[in-house]
């Protein structure tokens, strides 16, 4: 099955409880949340405070991406603000697995990313270790990017790699995607789509109706 995960970067923050009611209404199960620190990335978005005043207004599953140095530092924090799942970035670790352990010591699933130009085969070793792998399709940092094409190879290679090891694993892709590209992703092996002004530009919930459209 493929998932929608709305990236809520794009949701308009005077109306958060609205436009959370319009996508839950829509039938969307997850909200994909964007953690940026200044450092890791060229951006500030929002923390655990925020994180945990929209996890009060919807029982969606928290998709929580966390774009900082050390993420192993909040892990209890996230957790307590209301995340299901922490997704970190290779390149954002001094020890990767230590990272990846502590997420699941504290009972939450984990998943790990790579930036644009970071190969895939970094992955390699945690793939038997995660729940989801996440193929960045921009540099982080600020939405409305354009997608680069970069990503499908990479998520042909994860979905190969996955099956060769025979395990059942969330392939996520973010960055740039809309109605015109979604298929492609799709088709390279990506079944978690995170979308943000595609979903929030307009009546979210016709964008909703027509991605899932088109993952269905």
């Excluded at 990236?7 to 039938?27: E, P, Q, V």
């Excluded at 964007?34 to 890791?40: I, N, P, Y």
């Amino acid at each position: 099955m493929n998932i929608l995960s709305p990236s809520l970067l794009s949701i308009d923050f005077n109306n958060i409880g609205r436009d959370a009611a319009i996508l839950d209404k829509a039938g969307v199960s997850w909200y994909h949340l964007d953690v940026m620190d200044g450092a890791f990335v060229p951006n500030i978005s929002f923390g655990p405070p925020v994180i945990k005043s929209i996890r009060k207004i919807t029982k969606a599953f928290f998709d929580v991406h966390l774009m900082i140095n050390e993420p192993k530092r909040y892990i209890d924090a996230f957790k307590d603000a209301g995340a299901d799942l922490l997704t970190v970035h290779c390149e954002a670790c001094g020890d990767v697995n230590e990272t990846i352990n502590l997420i699941k010591k504290a009972g939450l699933k984990v998943g790990l990313a790579v930036n644009p130009e970071t190969d895939a085969e970094v992955l390699e070793p945690y793939i038997d270790k995660v729940d989801m792998i996440l193929i960045m399709s921009v540099h982080p940092g600020f939405g409305g990017q354009k997608f680069m094409p970069v990503a499908i190879e990479k998520l042909k290679w994860v979905k190969k790699k996955a099956a060769d090891k025979n395990k059942e694993l969330l392939i996520e892709v973010d960055g740039g995607i809309n109605f015109e590209n979604v298929s492609s992703v799709l088709d390279a092996g990506a079944n978690v789509i995170v979308a943000g002004s595609a979903c929030f530009n307009g009546d979210i919930a016709d964008n909703v109706r027509r991605f899932n459209d088109l993952l269905s």
